[in-house]
């Protein structure tokens, strides 16, 4: 890491600590903790016993209050510089997930080693949705953001791909013809 880097790096993780205090301290943030939305911090403890999920705190937001932070469009987020979770209060009315689901996602980023995969969070709470009765289409638009994602990467892995083979036909073809002009020049 170089010193631009790393100042950074610590800047990144002062507004992180600031933003923190600012959730904790704003007049509508309520700190919940187990066993109030029991079966969220039940099924993540059930599946990752280690990580002792049950004396995490999470921060029930005002929703204008994290959009004015920035967090729009999302039912909560793990902070994973002072391990602090996030999620919206009343999330469903604003056509999210439900609140104990977004506790469930986070606690699985504060669960994974590392705390930004979204491929864990997103895979290893299925199970929760499916649990609770949720049908296939709400998981799968709880899922788009992240598919959508992973449909990109491959979409890239292919034009990669067949760049290097679309390139080799081209080398190929233009050898070929560079033979044939040479064998025709040579009659
Ligand atoms: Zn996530």
Known sequence: MNNDTISINKKIRTKMVQEAEKIKNHSLTIAIKYPQYKEAFDFVHEHFPSAEVKNKRIYM??????????????AGFYNDVVDMIVAVKDSESYGYISEDEAIVHELLHSVSADKKDEEFAYTKSVLYFLKKGRDRDYIIRYMSPYLNKEIEKTKQVLIEKYKVILEKELKESIYKIINQTILRVGD
């Open 61 to 74: 937001c005002d929703k204008t209050f994290l959009d004015e932070l920035g967090y729009t469009e999302i």
